[in-house]
């Protein structure tokens, strides 16, 4: 009886293990960006759990310079100002590290 309770219980789980499907079955948009990856949708509204150190890291790490007026915005994205080219330019960086031009 004991190793029929556990032959059920084994079957089970294999079931619904198998029966589980990931939350982005194409995976064409990680939840978070790498230097080789963006989401074309960017910025994507969502909590952003950088902290404001890490985001001006990031946001220079990708070629920006003279940030400043780094702030979270109501839809959790991350707004500065700051220079590229030669030229000064409003950016934002998501919760997925996406990095924006507007």
Known sequence: MRNLVIAGAVTLLSSVAL??????????TPAVT???SSNPTAPVAGQN????AQAKERIEAAGYTTVTGLA?????VWRAKAMKDGAEVDVGLDYQGNIVTQ
């Open 19 to 28: 029966a589980q499907q990931p939350a982005n079955p194409a995976g064409e």
């Open 49 to 52: 759990s950088f902290t404001e």
């Open 72 to 76: 979270l915005d109501s839809q959790g």
């Open 34 to 36: 790498t230097p080789d």
